[in-house]
Nanobody
């Protein structure tokens, strides 16, 4: 059974930084990619950043390019999202996601990020 647990969310002023963590337990056979998504109230869930399990290629949503950085620590089975220059529009629940090569996706419970102006 795969479990993903996010942490690191909180309240921060605009211009500040936060680092989110996603600790994975259990084994995912044939891991394809990992990523962060977010959902603000009344809006659809959107992609924030992804990283390929093989090769480490990254992809970012347009609204976070240049401000957020996704990374992994394979030894710790942990996915990170470093968020700098935060804006009020970054306020959302942030979810981590792991996908395998068979179309199976796993989600964490989410962590709230609130950016005050």
């Amino acid at each position: 059974q795969v479990q993903l647990v996010e942490s690191g969310g909180g309240l921060v002023q605009a211009g500040g930084s936060l680092r989110l963590s996603c600790a994975a337990s259990g084994r995912i056979a044939s891991l394809n990619a990992m990523g962060w998504y977010r959902q603000a109230p009344g809006k659809q869930r959107e992609l924030v950043a992804t990283i390929m399990a093989s090769g480490g290629r990254t992809n970012y949503g347009d609204s976070v390019k240049g401000r957020f950085t996704i990374s992994t620590d394979n030894a710790k089975n942990t996915l990170y999202l470093q968020m700098n220059s935060l804006k009020p529009e970054d306020t959302a629940v942030y979810y981590c996601n792991y996908n395998d090569n068979y179309g199976h996706g796993y989600w964490g419970q989410g962590t709230q990020v609130t950016v005050s102006s």
